[in-house]
Every structure is written in C-alpha cells, then in structure tokens.
C-alpha cells in the first residue's frame, strides 16, 4: 500500500516534470539572444536575485564558473549598500524574480539601465517591470507550485535552475569548452580525480619494464624482476609494442627451457595499450575488464610509459 508520503512526493515530481516540459517548448528566440549576450562579454556574469530566487542565483553563478564563465552571485540588499560598485560596464546581469517586482531589485535595475550593462531577467510573469528593463527576458510558463498552498516557490525555482542550467550549457557548447578546461576549474576533490589524465600518473623512461624480443628469457626475467610491475612489455626491432611477458605467461611456460627461450616464443601477443591523453577511469575501466594490473601506454604503438592500478587507487580514482 502506497503511503500518502510517497504520493505527495510523486505528485510533487510530476507537477515540477510538467512544468520543466512546458519551459523546454517555450524556449525561443529571446533565449538565442541570451546566448549571444553571454558569448560576447567581455567581463563577468553578475548573477542577482532575492529570497529563494537568490539561492537558485547563487547556484547558477557557481555553474557558469565552473564552465568556464566567469560568475558570482551580488546580493541585492548589499548591492544597494555598496556592492553594486562590483558590476562594471563589461559585466552582464542576471537578475532572477518570480514576480519581476522584486524591490529589492530595484536598485540593480536602475544601476544596470544608467550604464547601458546588459541584463537578462529570469521571470514568472511577463510585462513586468524587470522585463521592461531588461535587455532580453526569459520569462517562465505558467505553471501550478508544487506547495498544496500554492504558495511555496517550488515548480518556479525549479524551472528557475533547470533555465540556468540551459544558458550555462548552452554557452560551454557555443565557447567550445572541453574536458581539460573543466578539469583545470575541478584540479580537486573525487571529480578532479575522475578528470585525471593518464600522463598525471604513468611511470615513463627508465622505470617502463621494455625488452627486445629476441632477448633470452633469462635477460628478461631480471628486468622484469627489477622494474616490480609484474610485467614486460616486448618490443620488435622498430621499437613497437609486439607483445608482454606477465607472472602468468611465466607460470604457464614454466619449463626447465624456459631461460633459453627467447621473449616472443613466451609473450602474449598485441597487449592493451592506452594513450597519455586519455582518462585515469578509462585505463581503470581497461584493467578492470580485462582483469590486468598493468597497462602499457603507447604513442603510434611505441611504449611511452605504464600505468598500475594501484597509481590509480592511490590518486583516488576507483
């Protein structure tokens, strides 16, 4: 039996659900000249708003930074107090009110239309005196709040930060933003690991376990032993990556022959490799399928470098 909890929480979804469908079809051209507007700035986005709106702003400022796009949030009680000496004539405003008649606004607003800086207004309702002072307006469809009173901003806000959401990722596209440009804003925490390219963490030079593949098995032993990855990669005479001799390839081989064997009678043929410029998870996803605990990085087949997996769980990519 479904408790009434779950079936206010499901009503709640479906209403905000409803609302963000009918604010994906009402997207139009005002929203293409938003985009402009942001692609051309040459300072900063100063993002604005009171109340819930202005918890919804701040969120939306910390997602332009974080692609890119230089933002901060400006209170606009304090803005009135001094800050608004933070917004230059570069800068672009993004003033956000469900009612667009936020008081507290008004003082941006002004400020904004004295000194021609551009101004994009978030609203619920249109012909509003922010839309009138606005540059371009995005104004928000119609729709019911979540809240049973009706009263609570709730489908609103939510509209409000999925719309932010659609002008950050909109302009990272137009900006041509990449991973390595995400990755130098996110250096930290697990999503700075994830974002951890393959060249931060392999060994190269000296330390990669090479041998040539007519090497006796007795030469490549000890070097396998000394470089401790529990591997060799096999090199052929035009330094390409051939093949790799693992503890396994050694256990299944072990015959008293063994040490006159030459390394390509005993290495496994055409290894995994993985590019420097690849992804710590994707060479970490590679091991784990193929159960191995070491990858050869290569560049045009020629070994540059390896990578274990326990560099990867030590950087906290797992």
Not at 274 to 303: C, Q
Request: with cysteine.
């Amino acid at each position: 039996m479904t408790s009434k909890g779950i079936e206010s929480a499901r009503k709640v979804l479906k209403i905000e659900a409803n609302a963000l469908n009918s604010l994906a079809n009402s997207l139009g051209e005002n929203f293409s000249k938003a985009i402009d507007l942001l692609v051309s700035v040459k300072g900063r986005v100063i993002v604005t708003g009171m109340g819930k709106s202005g918890l919804i702003g701040r969120k939306i400022a910390a997602t332009f930074a974080s692609t890119g796009t230089p933002a901060f949030y400006v209170h606009p009680a304090e803005a009135s107090h001094g800050d608004l000496g933070i917004i230059t004539s570069e800068d672009v405003v993004i003033a956000i009110s469900n009612s667009g008649e936020t008081p507290e606004l008004g003082d941006i607003l002004e400020y904004s239309h004295r000194f021609d800086i551009p101004l994009i207004a978030i609203a619920g309702r249109g012909n509003s005196t922010m839309e009138k002072r606005s540059t371009v307006a995005l104004v928000l469809p119609i729709e019911p709040e979540a809240c049973p009173l009706g009263l609570a901003p709730t489908t609103s806000t939510t509209m409000m930060l999925a719309l932010g959401d659609c002008l950050a990722v909109a302009l990272l596209e137009r900006k041509g933003f990449t991973i390595d440009d995400f990755r130098k804003c996110h250096p930290g925490g697990k999503l700075g690991n994830k974002l951890m390219k393959v060249s931060d963490l392999m060994h190269s030079g000296d330390k990669v376990p090479l041998a040539d593949e007519a090497s006796l098995m007795s030469e490549v032993i000890i070097t396998m032993t000394g470089k401790s990855f529990g591997c060799i990669g096999i090199t052929g005479k035009d330094g390409k990556l051939k093949g790799i001799v693992t503890d396994g390839d050694l256990r299944r081989n072990m015959v008293s022959e063994i040490m006159n064997m030459t390394a390509s009678q005993v290495m496994t043929a055409s290894p995994k490799t993985i590019s420097s410029d690849s992804l710590v998870a994707e060479a970490l996803r590679i091991m784990n399928e193929t159960k191995i605990t070491s990858l050869f990085v290569a560049k045009d087949d020629v070994p540059v470098g390896i990578l274990h997996i326990h560099d990867c769980l030590r950087a906290g990519v797992f």
